[in-house]
């Protein structure tokens, strides 16, 4: 499926066809359209193609006259999934008479630009408009971090009163997200860093800015998730003792109690016995066992809170 924008001043209008200076945005083509695409932006196959490998690192490719820069941006996929955000590649194919974004999937990052929540949007500026495009992607790493550092901070409360391992299987899938996050901002910036010594954003100084604010961005977020990363896993590392610890609390007051409630039991033992034994003909029997009981259980309990066993 493919979507064709343009601007018109501060509105992002939607065409029937392709004009000059249009967006395209491409989501999980079929073969068909692949086909289209490649007849109508008259660039290799695998332009269109690259993008929706979800193993693909970014990198920029040139050939006949067009440019493919391949980045890696974040994508939630569900709270109750096995790692909930992950990051998958989004295409930008520049030609000499559109700009094409190509990915597998919907993603944050291109629906905050078709949302209108970038400023100065145009089409027709195309170096721009790629700029802009990044400048989405580091924002939107900034804004899951933030989203994953919050739930890591609801774990934590849970995790101080917690005796099994959902918590932490929880915060597993966080350390999972952040990992992705690490890799592809990395390979983001390696992608930023050469684009900067390609020239390609030089003709305009405020260009040639905004590629500096979103390298400064993603090194920002690099940073972030490096040390919420390392806090993450000294978590995990010390909750996991912690769930240990309340876990022996409750297996050393079972203990205890399984004591204290032995006496009473073997006391009326004794008094069920077949044999001879003080005051078993005494009407008070009962009552003297009951009591005894009590003195023995409450003497246990004294001295097992004295000794902070309990």
Same mark, same amino acid.
Request: proline share 4%; aromatic share 8%.
């Given at each position: %499926?493919?979507?064709?924008? &343009?601007? /018109? =001043? !501060?509105? #992002?209008?939607? $065409?029937?066809? @392709? ?37 693909? %690192?970014?990198?920029?490719? &040139?050939? /006949? =006259? !067009?440019? #493919?820069?391949? $980045?890696?941006? @974040? ?236």
């Amino acid at each position: %499926m493919f979507t064709i924008y &343009k601007t /018109n =001043g !501060a509105i #992002l209008n939607t $065409l029937n066809e @392709p004009v000059q200076n249009s967006w395209i945005n491409v989501v999980n083509p079929s073969p068909d359209e692949i086909t289209q695409l490649q007849e109508m932006l008259n660039v290799p196959q695998d332009f269109i193609t690259y993008p929706l490998d979800q193993n693909e %690192m970014p990198r920029v490719e &040139k050939e /006949n =006259g !067009a440019m #493919l820069i391949v $980045l890696r941006v @974040p994508c939630f996929q569900g709270a109750g999934a096995d790692v909930p955000y992950i990051t998958i590649p989004l295409g930008i194919i520049l030609t000499d008479r559109y700009i094409v974004t190509v990915c597998s999937v919907e993603t944050n990052t291109i629906q905050s630009i078709i949302a209108g929540r970038v400023r100065g949007l145009s089409t027709g500026k195309r170096n721009r408009f790629i700029l802009q495009i990044l400048w989405t992607m580091a924002n939107r790493f900034l804004s899951d971090l933030r989203e994953i550092n919050k739930v890591v901070d609801v774990l934590e409360d849970r995790l101080q009163h917690s005796l099994q391992n959902r918590e932490l299987l929880e915060l597993l899938k966080c350390q999972k997200s952040l990992t992705y996050f690490t890799t592809a901002l990395k390979s983001n910036e390696v992608l930023l860093h050469y684009l900067q010594r390609s020239q390609l954003f030089q003709q305009y100084p405020d260009d040639q800015e905004l590629l500096d604010d979103v390298i400064t961005e993603v090194q920002q977020a690099i940073e972030m998730t490096s040390i919420a990363s390392a806090i993450l896993s000294q978590m995990m590392d010390a909750f996991a003792g912690i769930i240990s610890n309340n876990l022996n609390v409750v297996m050393k007051v079972l203990a205890s109690l399984t004591i204290v409630l032995s006496f009473p039991t073997m006391i009326a033992s004794f008094y069920g016995m077949n044999v001879d034994l003080p005051l078993q003909d005494d009407p008070m029997a009962f009552v003297f066992t009951v009591a005894l009981s009590a003195v023995v259980c409450t003497i246990a309990l004294f001295l097992l809170w004295r000794k902070r066993w309990l």
